[in-house]
């Protein structure tokens, strides 16, 4: 009975499938989701990004019912938070800056996906550019000699330029011909931006990672 029931279940898949049309489509998206980004640490510096919100924007193109490409814009608030270790008590130096942010990415993925009848799951992988530009900074640091002080100081900012790695898998739901829902997981892989000339970056690897909703519009 098992393999009867194993057996049906597939046949209506493969059916499926086969009554898709094989011919190319392309989809515009406008997406939203939260940025959640590791902190890292190096140097006696720890960088603490915020979780924040930004939006995403594709053009899709599958050229066939399995593969395709994508080509993505995407925007997200990127403050950053530098901090040396707070313990100092004599004979040393610590800071805390803040750095509000944003940031700005290009990117370009290869898209594996198949559709069966109003659902299509898909899974992509690609690369590209961030830039994360500084809107501002503030700054204090503490030094501790026989008795302790603390200070603003200037915390001159810098524009920084990364590469990155992208990856993610999602499902699109039709509910008119051309307009559906799209759910991904969508993560990134980049350095920490160095956005401080007085202070240094971790330089480190870190990954966000990013639920996706959106709408898509396909033609």
Same mark, same amino acid.
């Given at each position: 009975?098992?393999?009867?029931?194993?057996?049906?279940?597939?046949?209506?898949?493969?059916?499926?499938?086969?009554?898709?049309?094989?011919?190319?489509?392309?989809?515009?998206?406008?997406?939203?989701?939260?940025?959640?980004?590791?902190?890292?640490?190096?140097?006696?510096?720890?960088?603490?990004?915020?979780?924040?919100?930004?939006?995403?924007?594709?053009?899709?193109?599958?050229?066939?019912?399995?593969?395709?490409?994508?080509?993505?814009?995407?925007?997200?608030?990127?403050?950053?938070?530098?901090?040396?270790?707070?313990?100092?008590?004599?004979?040393?130096?610590?800071?805390?800056?803040?750095?509000?942010?944003?940031?700005?990415?290009?990117?370009?993925?290869?898209?594996?996906?198949?559709? #069966? =009848?109003?659902?299509?799951? *898909?899974?992509?992988?690609?690369? %590209?550019? /961030?830039?994360?530009? &500084?809107?501002?900074? @503030? +700054?204090?640091?503490?030094?501790?000699?026989?008795?302790?002080?603390?200070?603003?100081?200037?915390?001159?900012?810098?524009?920084?330029?990364?590469?990155?790695?992208?990856?993610?898998?999602?499902?699109?739901?039709? #509910? =008119?011909?051309?307009?559906? *829902?799209?759910?991904?997981?969508? %993560?990134? /892989?980049?350095?920490? &931006?160095?956005?401080? @000339? +007085?202070?240094?970056?971790?330089?480190?690897?870190?990954?966000?990672?990013?639920?996706?909703?959106?709408?898509?519009?396909?033609?």
């Amino acid at each position: 009975m098992r393999r009867f029931w194993r057996a049906s279940v597939l046949a209506v898949v493969v059916g499926a499938v086969a009554r898709t049309p094989m011919h190319a489509e392309t989809d515009i998206a406008l997406s939203g989701y939260g940025a959640f980004t590791q902190s890292t640490t190096a140097s006696n510096v720890v960088q603490h990004p915020a979780s924040q919100g930004g939006y995403l924007v594709e053009l899709r193109h599958i050229s066939n019912p399995i593969e395709g490409f994508k080509l993505n814009y995407g925007f997200n608030r990127a403050n950053q938070l530098y901090t040396s270790p707070q313990n100092c008590t004599a004979n040393c130096t610590s800071f805390l800056a803040a750095v509000p942010a944003d940031a700005h990415e290009v990117t370009a993925e290869w898209v594996v996906s198949l559709k #069966v =009848l109003m659902v299509r799951p *898909f899974a992509y992988a690609g690369g %590209g550019l /961030v830039v994360t530009v &500084p809107q501002g900074s @503030t +700054a204090r640091q503490t030094i501790c000699g026989t008795a302790c002080t603390t200070s603003n100081v200037i915390a001159t900012t810098k524009r920084d330029s990364r590469g990155l790695f992208t990856y993610g898998a999602g499902l699109d739901f039709s #509910v =008119l011909p051309h307009v559906g *829902f799209r759910f991904q997981y969508r %993560g990134r /892989v980049s350095k920490a &931006p160095d956005l401080l @000339t +007085a202070f240094s970056s971790t330089n480190r690897f870190a990954r966000t990672s990013e639920p996706v909703f959106g709408v898509f519009l396909s033609f």
